[in-house]
């Protein structure tokens, strides 16, 4: 990202509309849209408040006690963990965990996975490959598995969870963690400590940045 906080950026201005929002801005409104979040938290480097907030639409604050900062950790893992340890005080009966980079999640889709949480405890939404995927060695040389992708998926964010039990999975998974091993999502976390995550379709508009040209 050139040195640049992608969640700060500044989405292309929507033909017809007069006000332009940031990466995060976007994402945090989506969720703000819908009356079953009851609150926002966004984990971010310490002493970056001011500028996520100056990220965010003036309005959001005007909801007393709806957005809070926290700090983030050293690992993605790390840092949902001290947003979940921040809501515990609050003690929701359930939690959507999401990618700030995701600015084009839709109120639809949000309120999908709330309904599926609620049903099954733990859901993700997945989108289908579109192509073939081969696993490798670790040298990166040749094919070791050839896989059929009818059985595989691709995970999308927010992923939602019943919250004590996400907490309680990523206490277990802090402790893995420092010996080395490495969480790629929190549908993982859930998977290892504490049983089956169910998926319902994802949106392919639903993507995450990952370079410049992305936000375009």
């Given at each position: 990202?050139?040195?640049?906080k992608?969640e700060y950026?500044?989405?292309?201005l929507i033909?017809?509309?007069?006000r332009?929002l940031?990466?995060?801005?976007?994402?945090?409104?989506a969720?703000a849209?819908?009356?079953?979040?009851?609150?926002?938290?966004?984990?971010l480097?310490?002493?970056?408040?001011?500028?996520?907030k100056?990220?965010?639409?003036?309005?959001?604050?005007?909801?007393?006690g709806?957005?809070?900062?926290v700090h983030g950790g050293p690992t993605r893992?790390?840092?949902?963990f001290n947003?979940l340890s921040f809501?515990?005080?609050?003690?929701?009966?359930?939690?959507?965990i999401h990618d700030?980079a995701r600015?084009?999640i839709n109120?639809t889709?949000?309120?999908?996975i709330?309904?599926a949480?609620?049903?099954?405890?733990a859901?993700?939404?997945?989108?289908p490959?579109?192509?073939?995927?081969?696993?490798?060695d670790?040298?990166?040389?040749?094919i070791?598995?050839?896989?059929?992708?009818?059985a595989?998926c691709i995970?999308?964010?927010p992923?939602?969870?019943?919250?004590?039990?996400i907490?309680?999975?990523?206490?277990?998974?802090?402790e893995?963690?420092?010996?080395?091993f490495?969480y790629?999502d929190?549908?993982?976390?859930?998977g290892?400590?504490i049983?089956q995550?169910?998926?319902i379709p994802g949106?392919?508009k639903?993507?995450k940045?990952?370079?410049l040209?992305?936000?375009?």
């Amino acid at each position: 990202m050139a040195g640049q906080k992608k969640e700060y950026l500044p989405m292309p201005l929507i033909p017809g509309e007069t006000r332009q929002l940031s990466v995060l801005g976007a994402a945090v409104s989506a969720f703000a849209s819908s009356p079953q979040i009851g609150l926002i938290v966004i984990t971010l480097p310490p002493g970056e408040e001011n500028i996520a907030k100056s990220c965010l639409p003036a309005e959001l604050f005007k909801r007393e006690g709806y957005i809070h900062f926290v700090h983030g950790g050293p690992t993605r893992r790390a840092s949902v963990f001290n947003a979940l340890s921040f809501l515990e005080s609050h003690n929701p009966s359930f939690v959507l965990i999401h990618d700030g980079a995701r600015p084009w999640i839709n109120v639809t889709l949000i309120e999908s996975i709330i309904e599926a949480v609620i049903r099954n405890g733990a859901v993700i939404p997945v989108l289908p490959l579109a192509e073939t995927p081969k696993e490798i060695d670790g040298c990166g040389k040749f094919i070791t598995r050839h896989l059929r992708r009818k059985a595989l998926c691709i995970a999308q964010t927010p992923q939602g969870f019943k919250f004590p039990e996400i907490l309680r999975a990523h206490e277990k998974a802090r402790e893995k963690e420092t010996a080395g091993f490495e969480y790629t999502d929190d549908a993982e976390v859930w998977g290892e400590f504490i049983g089956q995550v169910a998926v319902i379709p994802g949106d392919p508009k639903n993507r995450k940045i990952t370079y410049l040209e992305d936000i375009g």
